[in-house]
């Protein structure tokens, strides 16, 4: 079994579809493991989201991932990296798949409901920074 993360952005959970977005996940067959709501300070946005930096985006989505509560989440299954990158959609809602979580509850690029790992690496370093005495 694999383990990955998945957060439920703000956009999301300003929207009432954190019992959505779980709810599909666990009908896709991922299996909850851990789970918090919390809300980012600046400094913690700007840690987590490190490598994108040197993006001009950067400073919008440190905004936008402070703008109220998240909601980390830790996923299990075969192949849970890739199966959940798939299951989300595209990261612009706009291009993303029908039926897909991005697709159904996103509204374009920045507020796409929800963040997940891009690697078996990053979502160890992930659950890590979310999920250890300091992720809070």
């Known amino acids: ?34 789970l918090r709501m919390t809300t980012l300070t600046q400094e913690r946005a700007r840690a987590f989201y490190d490598v994108h930096r040197s993006r001009p ?14 909601v980390p989440t830790v996923l299990e299954r075969e192949a849970a990296v890739t199966h959940l990158r798939k299951f989300i959609g595209e990261t612009d809602s706009t291009q993303a798949a029908k039926g897909t979580i991005r697709r159904e509850i996103g509204t374009d690029v920045q507020c796409n409901a929800v963040h997940a790992s891009d690697s078996t690496e990053n979502a160890a370093r992930e659950i890590g920074f979310f999920f250890s005495d300091n992720g809070s």
């Open 1 to 34: 079994m694999e383990r990955t993360l998945l957060i439920i952005k703000p956009d999301a959970v300003a929207r009432n579809a954190i019992g959505e977005v779980l709810r599909r996940l666990e009908g896709e067959g991922f299996v909850i493991r851990e």
């Open 57 to 70: 985006f950067f400073a919008d989505l440190v905004e936008f991932m402070t703008s109220g509560p998240v």
